[in-house]
């Protein structure tokens, strides 16, 4: 593994998974899912989104940022579930809390090219993520696009903490494979990225 990439499998077992996703489920209702275009050129991206906490991650054509509102409905992002808040307070190693939760919904062929998460100011803080449904092949390298790069295969109810040299490690989502798990009715995963974004 890399240096501060911390991996925690079945963290949340079967009934705290569906308890999570009813959650969810209430949640996506007040803040839909919507689908981000990247910058400039305004591509969809494969992945649904919607965003728990103060601050939500948005890609449309004038760019990426956090903001406190959803930019469909324009109301606040619901507060992040207490379950989430634990598992940051259990597993982040850090004082405060998060203020962003992503939530990415990728169904059936979705998929996320490598990228680095910089958006934040803060990158002392490290970024936690929770997997729910079908199990994702996740591909992490360097710091540097290029490089060595190795697979981790992510299942529902795992927790990845990436702190340290990892935080701007190259990141992505190769595939997720269909008719892993029986989570979601009907199919597909969901990941939950903890953030902070200000600075202390
Ligand atoms: C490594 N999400 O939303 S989570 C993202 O499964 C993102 O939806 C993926 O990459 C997903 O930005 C991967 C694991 C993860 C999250 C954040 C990271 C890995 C990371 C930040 C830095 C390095
Ligand atoms: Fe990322």
Redesign the pocket.
């Known amino acids: 593994m890399f240096e501060g990439?911390n991996y925690h499998p079945n963290v949340l077992d079967r009934p705290a998974q569906a308890a999570l996703v009813e959650a969810l489920r209430i949640a996506v209702q007040a803040a839909p899912l919507f689908t981000p275009v990247m910058p400039r050129t305004g591509r969809p991206f494969s992945?649904r989104?919607t965003n728990l906490g103060s601050l939500g991650?948005v890609s449309d054509k004038a760019g990426y940022r956090y903001q406190p509102h959803h930019p469909e409905t324009g109301q606040p992002w619901p507060a992040m579930p207490d379950v989430v808040l634990d598992i940051w307070q259990r597993f982040a190693n850090y004082p405060r809390l998060p203020e962003a939760c992503?939530v990415?919904f990728?169904q059936q062929g979705a998929k996320?090219g490598l990228?680095?998460?910089r958006d934040e100011e803060d990158f002392a803080a490290?970024?936690?993520?929770v997997?729910l449904g079908d199990t994702?092949v996740?591909r992490?390298g360097g710091t540097t696009r290029g490089g060595k790069t190795q697979t981790l295969k992510?299942s529902s109810g795992d927790v990845?903490v990436?702190g340290g040299a990892?935080?701007?490690?190259?990141?992505?989502?190769d595939r997720v494979l269909s008719g892993t798990s029986t989570l979601l009715k009907e199919g597909g995963?969901i990941?939950l990225?903890l953030?902070r974004v200000t600075m202390p």
Do not use: E, K
């Open positions: 990439i992945v989104m991650w992503l990415n990728y996320m990228h680095q998460d490290p970024v936690l993520s997997s994702a996740f992490f992510l990845l990436m990892s935080r701007l490690c190259f990141h992505g989502i995963r990941n990225t953030r």
